[in-house]
């Protein structure tokens, strides 16, 4: 398979709408390409083509949820959230009810799949591949749970299962937006007044709570790179 290219953006620290927003943006790019490439049967599928890209971004607090949430699962008032200065959106991802906050590493990835591989299941174990190995890089065993997406510490250990990284796609003509969300130094006291991913019973942790220290944002930014490119056989541009 021949490598491909990936458009790497830091985004820093970012609202959250205003990341989706811009990842529309570059998803309605991708969708204009495939529409011209329809439309006019002279072009190749080489000679214009759709643009990967990998966003990495914080975002100040706020519970989002899927299109398959409940709303149930949020614990907290409006006039709570407001008072904590939470936001609060419901999103277009799959999925249901998670945080995103400080010191956790939001994963946008933007890849057009009919470049890759048209599975989508493929691609969700794939990205959980690539925080399987970034955990490893900290000497974390993280793991995955049976019919659960995401990523998992002691997941088949009964009262000890913790969940260190959430997951929810989009998929629109094989095009993907939304990710991940690592918890690296995250506050996890956030994840009290939710039901985090409909799943009850379960604990969340995060890199510092496993080893018992706080990690570099920057240096888990880097694993994770590596990690993207070598999983999907990329190279970072």
């Not at 214009?48 to 607090?61: A, D, G, K, Q, R």
């Not at 913790?162 to 094989?174: E, H, L």
Request: proline share 3%; aromatic share 10%; net charge negative.
């Amino acid at each position: 398979m021949d490598t491909k290219m990936v458009e790497f953006k830091d985004l820093g620290k970012m609202k959250y709408k205003d990341a989706w927003d811009y990842q529309e943006n570059l998803l309605k790019g991708n969708l204009e390409v495939k529409a011209k490439l329809n439309s006019d049967a002279s072009e190749s599928f080489n000679s214009i083509s759709t643009t990967n890209y990998l966003l990495l971004v914080e975002h100040p607090p706020v519970y989002t949820l899927g299109k398959s949430g409940k709303i149930d699962h949020v614990l907290i008032s409006e006039e709570e959230r407001n008072a904590r200065n939470i936001q609060f959106f419901h999103t277009n991802r799959g999925g249901d009810i998670t945080f995103h906050g400080p010191e956790q590493i939001v994963g946008y990835p933007i890849l057009d799949l009919e470049k890759f591989y048209t599975d989508i299941g493929r691609y969700l174990r794939e990205l959980e591949e690539v925080i399987i190995l970034t955990l490893k890089d900290f000497d974390i065993r993280g793991e995955r749970s049976k019919g659960e997406t995401g990523v998992w510490i002691d997941s088949t250990v009964k009262g000890k299962e913790r969940k260190i990284c959430a997951m929810g796609v989009r998929c629109s003509r094989w095009i993907t937006m939304h990710g991940f969300a690592l918890n690296v130094n995250t506050d996890l006291t956030y994840f009290d007044h939710i039901i985090p991913c409909g799943i009850p019973d379960k604990k969340v942790t995060s890199i510092k709570e496993e080893l018992g220290h706080e990690v570099e944002i920057s240096t888990v930014k880097e694993k994770i790179v590596k990690n993207f490119e070598s999983v999907f056989n990329v190279k970072m541009v």
